[in-house]
């Protein structure tokens, strides 16, 4: 039997051992199959030649990368709009039925524009991780253009998603609790001393910091009265503080107690231990896999809120982590719609001259930007898929490898969906006086929707008509000696594990990538 002093030398060496392999993997290129999952699940179908320039780095200089060169704004020009600071020109009380109608029109049309703009915004930007995590926390701090209603709004938030979207979670969590879009939203502009509403004060603490389990019903009547005063100028649509509707009466939140504003009840909820766990969970799924590690999530989230709630801090953890890198978590996350069409197109190289056709198109498979579908957003996942969106899927890919598909069959499994890129006649939330608030929109009439779907197909159709792919130019352009060589290539670039149906074999290169982009797998990230 070795002596302790003898096991304790060799668990010593054991231990030193595996630092060095780690310290030694961590230091080597990574290859092209680590930095195509790096990117994959980063960003939006890394191109061969994304891929190429990270192998050459470890995996700890290319998260290091991935980070250093997020953004704070976009590349592409915001809609003529955006920059408008003038009133909202919202319908008032008096407003006619047509002065209604052409406010809403307007304002379906600016809601095309918008959504064709941020897919143009994924698709040229130089970082698309800064995309995917204004997207993530899109679906985060959820508000949806068919409440909000004024497209401008709508606006202000993706900017301030993006400019925030890496860097510190409690300046984020100020910023868009007090959001112009979030306070439609969530009705906190109808929050008033005696008349609290609770929406806000619940959902701040369910869905956007704590979770389920974590406060009590008290805890969320009492903070509503916090927030008490919050609200919009409803001529600039901007947030403004109202004091005189403010409750000043002692209030005790999560057992802190005192004339406590809305400022004094975020910071308390980030002062929670469950913030940061909660928080970690919701990007361990987003990144990782579906089923997080309870430990490995407790030491990120440890990370986290060392750092004083660093967003890249807990990221880069998350991307060093075992777990990140493991073969088993790879191909287990489905890729949403936006990330399915926006991927598809900059994999195969495809330059579209707007956004709009795929904006509606990734509607068609449930995911129409800027409309989640409640309050708690997209439920992603397996969620994604079901009979109607793999058919739409398949057809988009088909559509777009130039298969025999006419564009009234390709258009089936989009259109239905699309139609909801218009506005529902709900109320804006947003105060018109002291109490009144505008009259609620009629309803567009069967033959307007109709017509406005019908427009929405031509428009997609010609979108379609005017991308160029040359699958057999394409594919020439992987790297290989042979043709099986350049197959592979392909297959490796575009699926993240290997292929469920491998393509017979063909000379047909259009044959070939419509096969692969229809294997099972090219679902997964």
Same mark, same amino acid.
């Given at each position: 039997?070795?002596?302790?002093?003898?096991?304790?030398?060799?668990?010593?060496?054991?231990?030193?051992?595996?630092?060095?392999?780690?310290?030694?993997?961590?230091?080597?290129?990574?290859?092209?199959?680590?930095?195509?999952?790096?990117?994959?699940?980063?960003?939006?179908?890394?191109?061969?030649?994304?891929?190429?320039?990270?192998?050459?780095?470890?995996?700890?200089?290319?998260?290091?990368?991935?980070?250093?060169?997020?953004?704070?704004?976009?590349?592409?020009?915001?809609?003529?709009?955006?920059?408008?600071?003038?009133?909202?020109?919202?319908?008032?009380?008096?407003?006619?039925?047509?002065?209604?109608?052409?406010?809403?029109?307007?304002?379906?049309?600016?809601?095309?524009?918008?959504?064709?703009?941020?897919?143009?915004?994924?698709?040229?930007?130089?970082?698309?991780?800064?995309?995917?995590?204004?997207?993530?926390?899109?679906?985060?701090?959820?508000?949806?253009?068919?409440?909000?209603?004024?497209?401008?709004?709508?606006?202000?938030?993706?900017?301030?998603?993006?400019?925030?979207?890496?860097?510190?979670?409690?300046?984020?969590?100020?910023?868009?609790?007090?959001?112009?879009?979030?306070?439609?939203?969530?009705?906190?502009?109808?929050?008033?001393?005696?008349?609290?509403?609770?929406?806000?004060?619940?959902?701040?603490?369910?869905?956007?910091?704590?979770?389920?389990?974590?406060?009590?019903?008290?805890?969320?009547?009492?903070?509503?009265?916090?927030?008490?005063?919050?609200?919009?100028?409803?001529?600039?649509?901007?947030?403004?503080?109202?004091?005189?509707?403010?409750?000043?009466?002692?209030?005790?939140?999560?057992?802190?107690?005192?004339?406590?504003?809305?400022?004094?009840?975020?910071?308390?909820?980030?002062?929670?231990?469950?913030?940061?766990?909660?928080?970690?969970?919701?990007?361990?799924?987003?990144?990782?896999?579906?089923?997080?590690?309870?430990?490995?999530?407790?030491?990120?989230?440890?990370?986290?809120?060392?750092?004083?709630?660093?967003?890249?801090?807990?990221?880069?953890?998350?991307?060093?982590?075992?777990?990140?890198?493991?073969?088993?978590?790879?191909?287990?996350?489905?890729?949403?719609?936006?990330?399915?069409?926006?991927?598809?197109?900059?994999?195969?190289?495809?330059?579209?001259?707007?956004?709009?056709?795929?904006?509606?198109?990734?509607?068609?498979?449930?995911?129409?930007?800027?409309?989640?579908?409640?309050?708690?957003?997209?439920?992603?996942?397996?969620?994604?898929?079901?009979?109607?969106?793999?058919?739409?899927?398949?057809?988009? $890919?088909?559509?777009? *490898? #130039?298969?025999?598909? =006419? @564009?009234?069959?390709?258009?089936? /499994?989009?259109?239905?969906?699309? %139609? +909801?890129?218009?506005?529902?006649?709900?109320?804006?939330?947003?105060?018109?006086?002291?109490?009144?608030?505008?009259?609620?929109?009629?309803?567009?009439?069967?033959?307007?929707?109709?017509?406005?779907?019908?427009?929405?197909?031509?428009?997609?159709?010609?979108?379609?008509?005017?991308?160029?792919?040359?699958?057999? $130019?394409?594919?020439? *352009? #992987?790297?290989?000696? =042979? @043709?099986?060589?350049?197959?592979? /290539?392909?297959?490796?670039?575009? %699926? +993240?594990?290997?292929?469920?149906?491998?393509?017979?074999?063909?000379?047909?290169?259009?044959?070939?990538?419509?096969?692969?982009?229809?294997?099972?797998?090219?679902?997964?990230?």
């Amino acid at each position: 039997m070795p002596s302790p002093l003898a096991a304790t030398r060799f668990a010593l060496l054991s231990t030193l051992t595996a630092m060095a392999a780690w310290a030694h993997a961590a230091a080597a290129p990574m290859g092209y199959d680590d930095a195509r999952h790096l990117l994959a699940r980063t960003g939006f179908g890394p191109t061969d030649a994304e891929v190429r320039l990270y192998a050459a780095l470890s995996r700890n200089d290319a998260v290091a990368r991935l980070l250093r060169e997020t953004r704070t704004t976009a590349v592409t020009p915001p809609p003529a709009f955006a920059s408008d600071t003038g009133p909202l020109r919202r319908p008032g009380p008096g407003a006619s039925e047509e002065e209604r109608k052409a406010f809403q029109q307007e304002q379906n049309r600016r809601g095309l524009e918008l959504r064709a703009w941020w897919v143009q915004e994924m698709l040229a930007t130089p970082s698309p991780l800064t995309e995917r995590m204004t997207l993530f926390w899109h679906n985060h701090f959820v508000s949806s253009q068919q409440k909000v209603r004024v497209v401008r709004l709508m606006y202000g938030q993706n900017a301030m998603l993006r400019a925030n979207a890496l860097g510190n979670f409690g300046a984020l969590l100020h910023a868009a609790s007090k959001d112009p879009a979030m306070l439609v939203y969530l009705d906190s502009a109808q929050n008033r001393k005696g008349q609290p509403n609770e929406n806000f004060a619940r959902e701040v603490m369910e869905l956007f910091t704590l979770g389920e389990g974590h406060y009590t019903e008290q805890d969320v009547k009492e903070a509503a009265r916090a927030f008490t005063g919050w609200s919009l100028d409803r001529e600039t649509g901007q947030y403004i503080f109202r004091p005189g509707v403010h409750d000043t009466d002692s209030k005790t939140v999560l057992g802190r107690s005192g004339n406590l504003d809305g400022d004094a009840v975020l910071e308390i909820l980030l002062a929670q231990p469950s913030m940061a766990e909660f928080v970690t969970t919701k990007l361990w799924r987003e990144f990782v896999s579906p089923n997080p590690d309870p430990r490995e999530v407790a030491r990120i989230a440890q990370s986290f809120r060392s750092s004083n709630f660093d967003i890249k801090i807990a990221l880069r953890a998350l991307l060093s982590s075992d777990a990140f890198w493991a073969r088993e978590n790879r191909g287990t996350l489905v890729k949403s719609p936006v990330e399915f069409v926006v991927g598809t197109l900059r994999q195969l190289e495809v330059a579209p001259s707007s956004g709009l056709p795929f904006a509606v198109v990734s509607s068609g498979m449930g995911q129409n930007l800027f409309s989640p579908p409640n309050v708690k957003g997209w439920p992603g996942g397996n969620v994604w898929i079901d009979t109607n969106t793999l058919l739409a899927r398949k057809q988009f $890919v088909d559509r777009l *490898a #130039r298969a025999d598909e =006419t @564009p009234v069959q390709m258009m089936t /499994a989009v259109m239905p969906q699309s %139609l +909801a890129l218009g506005l529902k006649p709900l109320d804006s939330g947003i105060p018109t006086g002291a109490e009144a608030r505008p009259a609620v929109a009629p309803q567009s009439s069967a033959v307007e929707e109709k017509a406005r779907g019908q427009r929405l197909a031509r428009e997609v159709d010609r979108g379609m008509r005017n991308l160029h792919f040359d699958a057999a $130019v394409w594919l020439a *352009a #992987r790297p290989g000696a =042979t @043709p099986e060589a350049r197959e592979r /290539a392909a297959q490796v670039l575009l %699926l +993240a594990l290997p292929p469920q149906s491998p393509p017979p074999p063909s000379d047909d290169a259009l044959a070939f990538v419509r096969a692969t982009l229809s294997d099972p797998v090219y679902q997964l990230k």
